[in-house]
């Protein structure tokens, strides 16, 4: 068995702490908040990446034109005094919705999607995060 087969088999077997360090000494900064799967998911392609060189220059352009794409499915208006709320890791956040963006923790953003990466410390689509759904 190669050793990038053995390093991606022991990733099943790890804990989330285990998880967490291990992120750390890959990547070299803090793991974000994520559950174990996503953990073990974004060190395995990290691992495979190195290995194998990663995407090509032409895949890497595409997908980023993709995410730079304007969203395809258009989101219904939130009335100003609505209220989402959403509970992350057993804690409840309630989000305003203002005339000119968005009320969280006595703090105000123009979007949804910042507060979620507030919350979470990871990109989030902030529509998604709270629970708002397309008209399509």
Do not use: N
């Not at 919705?97 to 507030?118: K, N």
């Amino acid at each position: 068995m190669s050793r990038l087969k053995r390093r991606l088999a022991a990733l099943v077997d790890m804990s989330q702490t285990e998880l967490v360090s291990e992120w750390s000494r890959i990547y070299r900064t803090a793991a974000p908040a994520l559950p174990a799967d996503l953990l073990r998911l974004g060190i395995a392609y990290e691992l495979q990446k190195r290995k194998s060189g990663g995407l090509s220059r032409a895949t890497r352009a595409a997908v980023k034109q993709q995410a730079e794409a304007p969203a395809k499915v258009p989101l219904p208006s939130l009335r100003p005094g609505t209220c989402l709320v959403r509970t992350w890791h057993g804690k409840t956040h309630s989000v305003a919705v203002g005339h000119d963006g968005f009320t969280w923790d006595g703090r105000h953003y123009a979007s949804l999607t910042a507060i979620a990466f507030e919350i979470t410390g990871t990109r989030w689509s902030g529509p998604r995060f709270f629970g708002v759904k397309g008209t399509a």
